[in-house]
């Protein structure tokens, strides 16, 4: 059943519900009246600062505003996938790996192909490979001190993938724990860097809360283990360069971003999971401005940039999703939809469950009631009434 409910509606309702005039709202997640009546509206596509903040200031969850409790995303054969990766990951203290017990070296090279799995967007395969992993992983992880330490290595990975696959799957409860898992494992690794990585994805949290003070804070704490030019040292300064978009600073955004240029370091040993590549430096450069709504300068940035590796199909969905909403906001309606093609051609199951697809589907809707054969085929396939 497809729910027909807009993030504006839902914040207009809980506004009222609260006792809250626009300009409340608005003062309490530092957003413009203006902004706050045209989300209401249904008249401009809400961003993911926006969702954040004003889940914030209503007390509830962003998943209930974009409404995405309310819409199922596995099928039945990938619930049992789930439901498996589930019992591994609580299987820590009573492993049962099946057949004989796999070699480091072979689970290792089982977990580079889970991670090209999981940037393939392939994630009920990897899922399926995680759970067989994790069981095999844990007798090895226990060896005490040094020798533990390249197993601890490869089960933080494990973890940070399950996490990953449990989060596109909308499985919040699993995710966490698989988080607080490679957190607490990461100083066990014997790599400083690992410490970081895991900075990294907790700040994820801190960026869907809206909380862009406390994971920058997570960010600048991480630096600490950062020793030069890394891969690492990359990503960290693109996650703080969207935390600072989202918090209203533009320009010190984009001084992170020119900061993960220089500390790209292809030299450097890779890590699953993490990703400097140009590509993805270049998808953050061009989505700061959206998340500062300047549309304009998103499509300018967009059209400086020539996106040719398809090895990540995640990346290029989201960096077409942007784009749909930088043409949204710039005014050309069409472009949107064809950049909502273009991510659905690179990334459909991404695009399929992206909350903000939806949002800008029903932005594009309110603003054309022709409602074009071609939005009205897009819109069917996403799920979105219009």
């Known amino acids: ?22 300009h409340q709202l ?16 249904g008249t401009t596509p809400p961003s993911a600062a926006f969702v954040a903040s004003a889940a914030r200031a209503l007390k509830v969850s962003r998943d209930y505003l974009y409404g995405v409790e309310d819409r199922p995303m596995a099928e039945e054969s990938t619930a ?7 019992a591994a990951v ?16 072979a689970i290792n090279r089982r977990l580079d192909v889970a991670a090209r799995q999981v940037a393939g967007t392939k994630y009920a395969d990897a899922a399926a490979d995680l759970a067989v992993m994790l069981h095999h992983l844990y007798p090895l992880a226990d060896q005490p001190g040094t020798d533990g330490e390249p197993a601890r290595a490869a089960l933080h990975d494990a973890y940070r993938l399950s996490a990953t696959v449990a ?31 895991s900075a990294f994805h907790r700040s994820s949290r801190y960026l869907a809360l809206g909380d862009y003070a406390g ?23 693109l996650r703080s360069a969207v935390l600072q978009a989202r918090a209203g600073a533009l320009d010190r955004a984009d001084e992170h971003i020119t900061e993960a240029r220089r500390t790209e370091d292809n030299d450097q040993p890779a890590y699953r999971g993490i990703d400097a590549s140009e590509l993805n430096i270049d998808v953050h450069w061009c989505a700061l401005p959206v998340e500062a709504m300047d549309g304009t300068e998103a499509v300018r940035r967009g059209g400086e940039v020539q996106l040719t590796d398809t090895s990540r199909p995640e990346r290029l969905g989201h960096h077409h999703i942007d784009q749909a909403r930088a043409w ?41 009631r022709r409602a074009t054969d071609s939005l009205a085929g897009f819109a069917k396939w996403a799920g979105v009434a219009v």
Do not use: Y
Not at 3 to 22: H, M, P
Not at 92 to 97: A, L, N, Q
Not at 340 to 354: E, S
């Open 1 to 22: 059943m497809e729910n027909t409910t807009r993030v504006g509606e839902r914040v207009a309702a809980l506004r009222k519900l609260r006792g809250l005039t626009q």
């Open 26 to 41: 608005a003062t309490a997640a530092s957003f413009s009246t203006s902004m706050v009546k045209q989300v209401e509206q």
């Open 80 to 86: 049992v996938l789930l439901a498996e990766l589930r």
């Open 90 to 105: 609580d299987a820590w203290d009573d492993p049962r790996p099946d057949g004989d017990p796999l070699t480091l070296d």
């Open 167 to 197: 989060g596109r799957f909308r499985q919040g409860d699993l995710a966490a724990v698989a988080s607080e898992r490679h957190i607490q494992l990461a100083p066990e690794t014997g790599d400083p860097l690992r410490v970081a990585i």
């Open 215 to 237: 994971g920058l804070r997570v960010l600048q704490r991480a630096e600490g283990h950062l020793a030069g030019p890394s891969s690492v040292a990359t990503q960290v300064h």
């Open 328 to 368: 949204f906001l710039h005014g050309d309606r069409d472009r949107c939809l064809d950049e909502l093609n273009h991510a659905r051609k690179a990334a459909p199951f991404n695009t399929r469950h992206h909350p903000a697809v939806r949002e800008t589907v029903l932005a594009l809707a309110a603003a054309d």
